[in-house]
Structure formats: C-alpha cells, structure tokens
C-alpha cells in the first residue's frame, strides 16, 4: 500500500520538500506519495489530528508550526526536546506520534560531509536565537567546537539559549556589534536576508579563512553571503544542502532508509540557475 507523506506549513507553495521526497523514494524505491498542505494559522493540531487520522504516516513542518508541531506530538526524541521545535512527525505502530528535530543534524551533515568544514575545536559565531537556531544548537555543540558565540538581535533570547544549552559546550551569548575577536566559521541562523537585511557585525568577525554559512538559500548569494564575499571571505555556504540533509535524515527517521543527497543537491543548484 502506498504510504501518504506531507510538509504543512504557511506559506508552503515554494517548499522544494514534495520535489526532494518524491525523488528520495524513486531512488530509493520506497512507495509512497509525498504532498504540501497548505495548514491556517492556529488549525495545525486539528489538521495534523485529520491527517493522521486518514492515514497519514508522517509529516515534515515548517515555518510557523514548529512549535505547534512539538507540543502535538506525543513522545520526543533527546535532541527534539532540547529544541522544543520539531521539523518531524511520524506516526507509530501504536498510533503515538513521534517527533524529531533534523534541522541541526541537516546543517552539521551539509558543513563537514558535503563541504569539509571542519568544526571541532574551531571559533564558531552563530547569529539568531529563533527556532533554527534552537534547532543547530546540539548537533553542533557535539562537534566539540573550541567555543560557540549566539549572536542576536534581541540579545535577551541569545542569553536565554546560552543558558540552555550551557551544559553541552562553552557557549557564551552576544550583541552584534560586541561579538568577541574573529571566528573561524560564522553561521546566519537570521531571517534577515529574507528582507534584504544584514546583522550589523564589526569587520573584526572575520580572518584569513573564515567560512561563513547562510542557512537561507535562494538564487545566486544571499545578502548575508555577498557582504561576507566582499569583506574578502572565499568560502560562502547556503542552505540548500542543509535543506536537503534535514530531508533525508526525516526520510531516513520514516523510511528506516538512507538516500543519496548528493544527486537531488545538484539537481537543485542546476535548477536554481534557471530561476
Ligand atoms: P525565526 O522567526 O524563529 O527567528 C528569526 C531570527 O532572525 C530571530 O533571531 C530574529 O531576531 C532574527 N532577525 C529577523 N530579522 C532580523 C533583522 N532584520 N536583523 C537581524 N536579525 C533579524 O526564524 P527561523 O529561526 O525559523 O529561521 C531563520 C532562518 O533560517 C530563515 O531564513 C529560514 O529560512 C532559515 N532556515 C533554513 C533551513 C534550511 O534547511 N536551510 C531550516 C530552517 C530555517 P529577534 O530575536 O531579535 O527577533
């Protein structure tokens, strides 16, 4: 029997998710079919509920229901509960709800195994203190980095995640523009590139062989990455394979099968250039 798949979210008509399942399955020869749904603000309990209840076996969550998604769930894994935000749910044979978090596991994968960065002992800088950035923060503290500076805006919520996840690693919390001497890898965790937007960071972030990584992907360089270009930074990473990982580790979570990311990543590039 055909297994019934979906990511729900608001908006959801750009999610490349459909694409990237559908495609992991014919690799894979998995069956099952692999929708958007398009959920209203505030409904997402009662339409998750509907879902499951007419077969759904899994579902992948996005912007804004994270939250919601977390709190629907019936058991969590470790790392899901340390984001209180889940990108993942799938139904047990029992009927419970599973949920996981594949975000941080995604941009860990796509930084060391895709692009061979290098995080353990490393300088790392991470912008943001939203659900993403929640999300990263295990998987990458894991990695054993020298020290991991949580850079934000509201420089309360980064105190607030310092505080949290203290116990994994040295984390320490920041203002933009106090961010302490030069990282070796600067990750934007941030919306703002979304709306044209750069952190106000002082130049002092960078050094000889800073990489820096937008979690945001689009076409040709994000905002954030053609600043850091700029500024003289060779290597600029987007979250396209991120994108992709966080993916299959959800397909892996579901399907008990790994697919090969690296064809449906390049699939994506050559589209995008066509955007
Ligand atoms: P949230 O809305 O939860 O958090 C947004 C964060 O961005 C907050 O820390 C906010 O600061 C900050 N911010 C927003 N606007 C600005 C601005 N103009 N200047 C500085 N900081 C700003 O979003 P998410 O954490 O869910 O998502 C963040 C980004 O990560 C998005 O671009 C999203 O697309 C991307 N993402 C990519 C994934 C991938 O697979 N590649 C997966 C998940 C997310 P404050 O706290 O002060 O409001």
Avoid at 228 to 233: I, R
Wanted: proline share 5%; glycine share 10%.
């Amino acid at each position: 029997m055909t297994d019934l798949y979906a990511v729900a979210g608001n908006p959801i008509g750009h999610s490349k998710s459909p694409l990237i399942h559908s495609t992991f399955a014919r690799q894979t020869q998995q069956d099952l079919l692999y929708k958007a749904l398009l959920m209203p603000l505030g409904e997402f309990a009662a339409k998750a509920e509907k879902f499951f209840q007419h077969g759904g076996s899994g579902l992948n969550v996005t912007v804004p229901f994270k939250e919601d998604a977390f709190r629907f769930a019936t058991t969590h894994t470790p790392r899901a509960l340390r984001a209180q935000a889940v990108n993942t749910l799938k139904k047990m044979p029992d009927g419970s709800i599973l949920a996981d978090n594949t975000d941080g596991v995604g941009l860990v994968r796509d930084l060391t195994l895709n692009h061979q960065v290098p995080l353990a002992g490393k300088r790392i800088l991470l912008l943001g203190a939203g659900g993403a950035v929640r999300g990263v923060l295990q998987p990458l503290l894991e990695q054993q980095p020298a020290e991991l500076v949580i850079a934000n805006r509201t420089v309360s919520k980064a105190e607030q995640l310092a505080r949290d996840f203290a116990d994994l690693g040295c984390v320490t919390a920041s203002s933009f523009a106090d961010v302490p001497g030069a990282f070796d890898l600067i990750i934007n965790g941030t919306s703002a590139s979304l709306g044209g937007e750069l952190p106000p960071l002082p130049l002092t972030v960078f050094k000889d062989g800073t990489v820096t990584y937008d979690m945001m992907y689009g076409a040709g360089r994000t905002v954030f990455n053609q600043w850091a270009h700029e500024q003289g930074v060779t290597i600029t990473l987007d979250g396209l394979g991120m994108l992709v990982e966080q993916a299959a580790e959800a397909f892996y979570c579901w399907r008990g099968v790994r697919p090969d990311t690296a064809t449906v990543i390049q699939r994506l590039r050559q589209e995008r250039r066509t955007y």
